[in-house]
């Protein structure tokens, strides 16, 4: 939907299942993550039902982090399936993550929401930084999990690069606080899939998102 910053991690394994929780969701969101676990368990042409069926972008989380020859196989493929944008790592270098962008709409990771990203990528989240501002990307991935890091990313960061920010819902991260902080879209996955009712799941945190940007 126009407007909404929600994106659906959609990590089932299923097809049917995908693709019923899209249509509940599609009204509340702007796109649909998929990652390994739809990939998996229902193949690459789940991303391209998931376009037909719901007309919204999908983001294919693949997290590449391969030499460029591979990172390029890989992407061909998956932006052929109808991908609008690929996840791809920071850490490998410029030339891995140029041979992404130079095929389609590319989001790089600066830092994620689990404990352990402050292990390794956390003390390179300047450096990830600093590449994503040379090589403009579409967005970044910052962890919804730590706001005060995504206000940090957004005061570094090139302001045309959106921040994309999971971790809100199962990982502990409130929407309205990461979108007060910088984030330009919540990623949702459990909260909404293992929910009861995934359709009025994905709405109240859209309604939360509103309330924050004061559309109404
Ligand atoms: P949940 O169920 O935790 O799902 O709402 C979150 C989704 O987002 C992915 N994820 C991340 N991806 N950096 C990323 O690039 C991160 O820090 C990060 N944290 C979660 C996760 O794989 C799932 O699809």
Known sequence: MAGSRLILALDVYERKRALEI?????DYLWAIKVNWPLIIGS????ITELKQVTGLPVIADLKLADIPNTNRLIAGKVFEAGADYIIAHGFPGKDSVEAVMELGET???VEMSHPGAKEFIQPVTDKLIALANELEPFGVIAPATRPERVAYIRSKLNEKI???TPG??????????VLRAGADYVIVGRSIYESDNPGESARLIY???LGVWGWS
Do not use: D, F, M, P
């Not at 193949?43 to 789940?46: A, K, M, Q, S, T």
């Open 107 to 109: 989001i790089i990771v």
């Open 168 to 177: 809100v819902g199962a990982q502990g991260g409130k929407a309205g606080e």
């Open 162 to 164: 959106r921040i994309l």
């Open 207 to 209: 309604e939360e998102s």
């Open 43 to 46: 193949g690459l042409g789940i």
């Open 22 to 26: 899209a249509r509940e969701t599609a």
